[in-house]
């Protein structure tokens, strides 16, 4: 938990041995002094033993050493806790004092801390109006989006009718409630009683009724325009007096769908990211016609949830998407040149990154992934061209994790190397451009025997795919799809996981150099394309100036 920075609720604690028991806070004196007359409980966990190589064990098994690069804080945190068993308490003390003081100066804390205010600020908002808090809703759609948002709905004590077309459609939906919710109850995060609670507020249904008391509609059916027409035509007819009807959609147009309606100024994009019971992040897609009305109810009804909303432009990808999608691409195009998987996926763990690049595109899904790309591909061309091999894999039906292949075959909890794409793969294959590294100096291609997998000097894969990440970010600044570089940064954060003390795609380029990312971007554009810098970024480098003013 030191390690990974771990936080845990209180239920999740007392299930981990952390705390004793958990009472309301009149009785905690009387739980206390029970406690104490009982005596010290025996530890579950024997304390570790140091070992002569500084790794502190505990029943034999070794603390591994952080595997994380660029972050000092856990490496640090490893050697105190290791040097701190041989040692007296003052001697300890005064190692974790040292290190603190050290490590407050460097980026990586400075942009945990800017974090931590930022998080404050979306989860307050700036408006001083209180909308009406929402008790009713619906959700169009009982797929993995519409369950998982009926689900978390529910379970903030919101009623909720889930609709789809028929009775198994609905079933499979409500089976994946169950699952959410008694997955919670297992780890401690509610007691059975509150889960049995939130089931009982959702009601499904396969007719189409007229929804009178609904007061916010969320449709999150397939990722298809005229399918999402056709249910907003009905919509405008079915549920009069909802305040807001709502897409769920991660890349097609708002104000397309809100034509559809005679009261285009209530429809509004509320865009949830896969877990819903997980990710924090809710992208609020602004539409040209949605009134501040609407825009503020939404803001309101997504903190009321427990979410934190990011205000973004309708356009297409939005935020997320559009920043994220030309990075899985081309982790898929470098897969398809020669690079083997474990060398891309896990330069980016190291990096960072909760999941490599192909892992993710096979949890997203080959397919999804594919039909996102065509409509990203419609407004941004190059950039976000599914490669070839991602068109073969759908093709063979290997969509990733739901089929149990795709760049990975998965056999319960267990993944291995998935042989039958090979044949897709280049035979030659094609060596990239050098890109100057984060340290300084050039980084190249290592030789090569022509029979074993092609391979990079560090940092090679992770900055040829952060680049492309760090450029669309800034035109999503630019082109004014998000209203500052915080935005940006801290939805990239919540809605990718993208590492939060590297502080964002925008932070990250500051940190490293924006005129030296660049010249290397530059150097990269000379034979793609996709790697020429916006307009934004190149101004930066002239003039010598930040995204952030500190």
């Known amino acids: 938990m030191i390690l990974k920075g771990k936080l845990c609720s209180a239920a999740e604690a007392k299930q981990l ?81 040292d290190s603190i003081v050290e490590l407050g100066e460097t980026d990586a804390t400075q942009n945990l801390i800017r974090n931590f205010f930022l998080a404050e600020k979306y989860r307050r908002g700036s408006s001083k109006q209180t909308p009406e808090k929402i008790t009713h809703a619906a959700v169009i759609g009982a797929g993995v989006m519409g369950s998982g948002i009926a689900q978390w709905l529910s379970s903030r004590g919101v009623s909720v009718i889930l609709r789809d077309v028929g009775t198994e459609e609905l079933t499979r939906g409500l089976a994946n409630v169950e699952k959410i919710y008694a997955g919670a109850v297992k780890r401690g995060i509610m007691t059975e009683e509150k889960a049995k609670e939130g089931r009982a507020r959702i009601v499904a249904s396969s007719a189409p009724i007229e929804m009178r008391d609904v007061q916010v509609v969320i449709e999150a059916a397939s990722e298809k325009l005229e399918i999402k ?104 195009e470098l897969f398809e040149n020669g690079v083997s998987g474990p060398e891309i996926d896990d330069t980016l763990l190291q990096w960072g990154m909760p ?103 560090q940092d090679y894969v992770s900055l040829r795919l952060m680049f492309l990440m760090v450029n669309e970010a800034a035109r999503c600044v630019e082109e004014i799809v998000v209203a500052s570089p915080e935005d940006a940064d801290y939805g990239m954060i919540l809605g990718t996981g993208f590492p939060a003390w590297r502080g964002g795609p925008l932070r990250f380029a500051e940190n490293f150099g924006i005129k030296k990312l660049v010249e290397a971007m530059e150097k990269l554009a000379r034979t793609n394309e996709k790697y020429m810098p916006c307009e934004l970024l190149k101004k930066r480098a002239r003039d010598g100036t930040k995204f952030y003013e500190n």
């Open 355 to 457: 999941m490599g690049p192909l892992r993710l595109i096979d949890e997203i899904g080959v397919d999804i992934t594919v039909d996102i790309a065509n409509t990203l591909e419609k407004a941004y061309r190059k950039r976000d061209r599914a490669p070839k091999i991602l068109h073969e894999m759908q093709s063979a039906k290997m969509l990733g994790r739901k089929s149990g292949e795709g760049f990975y075959k998965y056999e319960g909890k267990t993944q291995t190397a998935n042989a039958e794409i090979e044949k897709w793969r280049a035979t030659q294959p094609v060596i990239p451009s050098e890109v100057e590294g984060s340290r300084g100096g050039t980084l190249k291609v290592t030789q090569r025997d022509p029979s074993t997998p092609l391979r990079f000097a």
């Open 17 to 97: 041995g952390l705390v004793d028991e958990i009472v309301s806070r009149d009785q905690l004196l009387e739980a206390a002094k029970k406690k104490i007359t009982n005596g010290k409980r025996p530890s579950p966990h024997p304390l570790p033993r140091r070992e002569e190589d500084g790794t502190a064990t505990g029943e034999g098994r070794a603390i591994p050493a952080p595997r994380v690069s660029g972050n000092p804080a856990p490496g640090r945190a490893l050697e105190v806790i290791t040097k701190g068993l041989g040692g007296t308490v003052d001697d300890s003390l005064r190692m974790e004092l």
């Open 229 to 332: 027409k056709q249910i907003f035509r009905d919509l405008a007819q079915k549920a009069p007096h909802a305040a807001m009807l709502a897409t769920n959609t991660s890349a097609l147009p708002i104000s397309d769908l809100a034509v559809e309606t005679k009261t285009p100024e209530r429809v509004i994009g509320m865009h949830f990211f896969n877990p819903v019971s997980r990710m924090k992040l809710v992208e609020v897609v602004v539409g040209t016609e949605t009134s501040d009305e609407t825009i503020g109810r939404a803001l309101g009804f997504v903190r009321q949830i427990a979410k934190l909303p990011v205000i973004v432009r309708d356009s297409p990808g939005f935020l997320i998407n559009r920043v994220l999608f030309p990075y899985l691409l081309e982790a898929a």
